[in-house]
């Protein structure tokens, strides 16, 4: 597994190269004066030319790329238009709290997953009268992705945060509370301080969230496993230890769920890299300050240190969660591709 980890990261540097590639690309082609978007609004026409000639942009469009590629990679990302503060502490600060909604919305969509998966499978097991319930339960898998993210976000914010005001909405921490020095991860952060107060806050601003995302990805891991529990019932070997005597539960527990478990993981890993891109409007929707929402709120703003930054974070995070992604999956079982 470690061989096919590394080679799928390997082959991740020339995917992340062709990634800022494109983002370069269609930042150039926006119909803006990208040095006037680098620069904080009134900027004059003397601090525009000096803006044109420090990006390089009077160069030919290789040597821009190959000059700001150095200054992204190297960390020169200058100061926000907009807020006038450095890139590097506005991305260091919403990056580790994108990729803490995604994990504990890895979480959610797993247990939602296992859970809908094995009810799947029990509903078409029993047959019989109980047929149109497996039917009803194939429906509501379907309607669930039908929903996006955005609807469960805006459906659980409308009935859980104003209806019924019982979860926190609007930034990670409430009012009052100190925030903790450390990884960035609030609750890694509040577990090594041992505050309780402090990770309980962290945990309830990220509920809304990440419940709305493993609503939204959680129905195709219910369906794989389902499928996958199904035909691993109906291989030999089960069969064999039905007639040795094992029981139904341990049928399931012992022999069926851990070869039906390894493409669900499969399909589980697939949507940790679906989740990332969805947390960009759910976290606007929730007020969550990640970095989907910084990418949102510098594209309205046309802040462009902010937003080739955020990009080039986004991707990055992206192309390497897919890397890991495919070179567990290969390497826990060769067969599936994830």
């Known amino acids: 597994m470690i061989a096919s980890l590394g080679w799928r990261l390997l082959l991740a540097v020339p995917v992340l190269l062709l990634a800022t590639l494109v983002l370069f ?21 003397t601090e525009i030319a000096a803006m044109r000639a420090a990006l390089g942009l009077d160069w030919l469009l290789p040597v821009q790329y190959v000059i700001w590629l150095g200054q992204m990679l190297s960390g020169e990302w200058g100061l926000s238009a907009q807020l006038g503060v450095p890139v590097a502490r506005l991305v260091g600060t919403a990056l580790p709290a994108t990729l803490e909604l995604a994990a504990l919305a890895l979480v959610v969509c797993g247990v939602l997953g296992f859970c809908g998966g094995l009810l799947l499978f029990a509903l078409r097991r029993l047959g019989g009268q109980r047929e149109g319930r497996a039917a009803l339960a194939e429906t ?14 805006l459906l659980l914010v409308l009935v859980f945060a104003l209806a019924w005001p019982v979860v926190p909405v609007g930034g990670r921490l ?4 100190a925030w903790p020095t450390g990884t960035g991860f609030l609750l890694v952060d509040a577990l090594a301080a041992g505050d309780a107060a402090l990770f309980g806050s962290a ?20 369906r794989v496993l389902g499928a996958a529990l199904a035909e691993a019932h109906r291989a030999p070997f089960v069969d064999q230890a039905r007639l040795r005597g094992l029981s139904g539960a341990q049928l399931l527990w012992g022999q069926a769920l851990p ?4 493409p669900a993981l499969a399909a589980l890993g697939r949507q940790f890299v679906l989740l990332l891109g969805g947390a960009a409007v759910v976290e606007a929707v929730c007020g969550y300050p990640g970095l989907g929402r910084l990418l949102v709120e510098a594209v309205r703003a046309a802040d462009l240190p902010v937003l080739q930054a955020a990009g080039l974070a986004f991707a990055a995070v992206t192309v390497l969660a897919q890397a890991v992604v495919e070179g567990v999956c290969r390497g826990l079982a060769p067969q599936v591709r994830a």
Do not use: C, K, S, Y
């Open 25 to 45: 690309v269609v930042l150039r082609v926006l119909p803006a004066d990208v040095a006037a978007m680098a620069l904080a609004p009134g900027a004059t026409e």
């Open 140 to 153: 509501g898998t379907a309607l669930m992705m039908a929903v996006p993210a955005l609807l469960w976000a």
């Open 174 to 177: 409430a009012p009052g509370l």
């Open 203 to 222: 945990l309830g601003h990220l509920v809304l969230p990440a419940v709305a995302l493993g609503l939204a990805f959680a129905p195709p891991v219910m």
């Open 259 to 262: 070869l039906a478990a390894v």
